[in-house]
């Protein structure tokens, strides 16, 4: 059964860890469209993983995630006050309610930095006890950032520290070994869109991603509608349009900023092409044996004329190769 986490855990995984890239990997050298080398084999002697036994207070989330490499994942509900400690035992990051805070003479924010430890500057080897700086980065409940134990393949496990409001607090995080994958349910469009100049295709073997494509013939404006016939998407003739005040805003994977219930949609692609995240393409059968089926109605924007995508979910087991 999936995990079905609360409003505030979703939205502050997702904007803590857009805040991560965007202070942390922008500044790193191992940034670019290849990533980070050694996290591709990080995985070795398990997945690093906060332990199964762990026992956070209410209010935290944690996660290890894997962007470019792994990273911690910290959501709150904004009501908290929480330093986190680096491998000297330092406070280097400080969550007070919605705010967040770094200090800039701790050796463990620069040591966050990069997913192999940022290199820590010659003023605090020099002298690693100076005084606090703290500075406010920015106004959010939730951050994302790297810990070099997390790449280390021979560290079997170790305690994240913490103080959360006044009292220590060690998370337990272990490396565990992956389930065996014998499979996975794969999407098939099973037909082509009726209107003209609108292309639509499923990318990849696996997952929920869908690509629509508005070519340069079309006619008209397309919408791509939920499952209450309401608009989220729209493909115009100037580029990909979204809700940013619809449910489904966030979990699209189409990074934006958020437009206001006076102006909610927001450009998100100068081109006419479109791929994002369908939920849809997630409802999965009970059964391996089963076969789901999803569909995705596609409104012509200037009129009530719709269009259904239809779709299939089957499972592919995986043969094992046994020459």
């Avoid at 021979?154 to 305690?159: G, K, M, P």
């Avoid at 389930?179 to 996975?184: L, N």
Wanted: proline share 7%; charged share 20%; aromatic share 8%.
């Amino acid at each position: 059964m999936p995990v079905v986490k609360s409003n505030w855990v979703k939205k502050t995984l997702g904007a803590c860890l857009a805040f991560s890239f965007s202070t942390l990997i922008i500044s790193s050298p191992f940034v670019g469209n290849t990533a980070f080398a050694h996290a591709e084999h990080g995985s070795e002697g398990g997945v690093p993983t906060v332990s199964p036994k762990a026992k956070l207070p209410k209010g935290i989330s944690l996660q290890v995630v894997k962007t470019n490499a792994y990273q911690f994942a910290l959501a709150t509900d904004g009501q908290q006050r929480i330093e986190i400690l680096g491998e000297d035992k330092r406070a280097f990051l400080r969550f007070d309610q919605d705010k967040l805070y770094a200090d800039l003479n701790a050796s463990g924010w620069h040591r966050s930095r990069q997913p192999g430890g940022g290199p820590i500057p010659d003023r605090i080897k020099d002298n690693p006890k100076l005084e606090p700086n703290w500075v406010l980065l920015d106004k959010q409940p939730g951050y994302g950032w790297y810990d070099p134990r997390l790449i280390k393949e021979d560290l079997a496990h170790f305690n994240l520290g913490m103080v959360r409001n006044g009292k220590p607090l060690n998370v337990r995080i272990e490396r565990i070994e992956p389930e065996p994958m014998t499979g996975y349910w794969r999407p098939l469009l099973v037909n082509e869109p009726e209107f003209a100049g609108l292309n639509a295709m499923v990318p990849g073997l696996s997952g929920n991603a869908f690509m629509l494509s508005r070519m340069g013939t079309a006619q008209g404006e397309f919408q791509v509608l939920d499952d209450q016939g309401l608009p989220f998407i729209e493909l115009r003739k100037d580029g990909v349009w979204l809700n940013s005040q619809h449910a489904w805003a966030n979990s699209v994977e189409l990074f934006h900023n958020p437009g206001t219930e006076q102006a909610p949609w927001v450009k998100v692609s100068e081109t006419g092409t479109v791929t994002y995240a369908d939920p849809r393409l997630d409802q999965k059968p009970a059964k391996t044996s089963e076969t789901g089926n999803w569909q995705i109605p596609v409104k012509l924007k200037e009129s009530e004329q719709q269009n259904l995508l239809k779709g299939e979910l089957k499972w592919q087991t995986i043969v094992e190769n046994t020459n």
